[in-house]
């Protein structure tokens, strides 16, 4: 069933702040999940929110979680998350790390103690509208072994890369062959998955969806992509010193809901503008150029920017929307209809 975009955003904002999030963290939340289901990735969108709302209520998320400044040295900038949701949390992260930019020609703003923050191309924006490079990794519970491997050792580690051309260019993806809210979308609605997605224990392919999302992923290429998994790891966990994927409790194990996820988050934010040639960015239209000219598509080219989604056609699935309903009732607010 379809639904109102901006009516959706209203919705999610309600449900969040029934939980105790504040208005201004509940809505840049709600802002983020909703633009997944704009960009036709309901895997990272309101599928989540009922997951959120559980993990406030059982304590594995705090509500009234702020960023804390651990430490700061010039263009670097380390935060801690209490423990807080990582979408609102991220997006400041990116707002500091342009600002960081502007000043010294690079920046990198580390989180360390945060929550899932969706999809990950959408905190690329702050960066994208001052005309930067972004740069964005996380991890999440471990899912992915090594190849050959039989004892999963990183989350999904994804990706996510803004390059300020006219049509900006999104690159947002995991490093294994398929993001896990694939998997737990499939198993919403009780279907199966393409062999190659996941794996048991013994290296046996699994179909079942249910079965699959407590299974391990198989990583992107291989051993290529088990390579660039580890990378992100050093890179947001590693870096920050916030627990490794191995020690990150999982949202959907419903034993795990009491449990902080102590997720982290790295953003590096890049100013080509002091790197002394303006040029940079007639490349980088050139690139997107020759893109469409060869008759490919330019990586994100139908994504809507996350502040202007208010009134945009989103398909909810019906197993999602009777979980959204039931929340409602539970927090006494009006249902998304």
Known sequence: MK????????????????????????????????????WGNASHGLMRLPFYLKR????????QA?????????AIHALDGQDGLGHWQLWEAAELG??????????LISIK?????????????????????ALIFTNGPAVMPAVGGKTPLL????????????????????????????????????GEIP???????????????????????????????????????????????GALSTQVPDMFNDNDDTKPQSISHTVITIDPNDLGDSASYSD????ATQIKESGGRVPGAKRVHPNQIDNLEIEIADAVRTDLTNWSKKLEVNPLT
Not at 118 to 126: E, I
Not at 166 to 189: H, Q
Request: glycine content about 12%.
């Open 113 to 133: 103690n945060s929550s899932h923050c969706g999809a990950l191309g959408v905190y690329l924006y702050p960066a994208l509208d001052a005309g930067q490079i």
């Open 98 to 107: 342009v600002q960081r930019a502007k000043e010294f020609g690079i920046s």
């Open 284 to 287: 980088f239209e050139l690139m």
């Open 3 to 38: 639904s109102n975009s901006g009516l959706a955003i209203q919705f999610a904002t309600a449900l969040l702040e029934k939980v105790g999030v504040p208005e201004a963290n509940a809505t840049r939340t709600a802002r983020a999940i909703v633009a997944s289901d704009a």
């Open 56 to 63: 406030i209520e059982f304590g594995g998320v705090d509500a």
């Open 195 to 241: 062999i190659g997605w996941a794996v048991d224990s013994a290296g046996n392919p699994i179909t079942d969806a249910k079965a699959a999302l407590h299974g391990m992923l198989a990583p992107l290429g291989g051993a290529k992509g088990f390579a660039l998994g580890l990378m992100v790891e050093a890179l947001s966990a590693g870096l920050s010193g």
């Open 66 to 74: 702020q960023l804390r400044t651990i430490s700061q040295r010039g």
């Open 155 to 190: 989350s999904t580690s994804p990706i996510a890369a803004g390059i300020p051309a006219k049509e900006a260019m999104i690159i947002d993806l995991s490093t294994s062959t398929v993001a896990r809210g694939k998997i737990a979308a499939a198993a919403k609605s009780g």
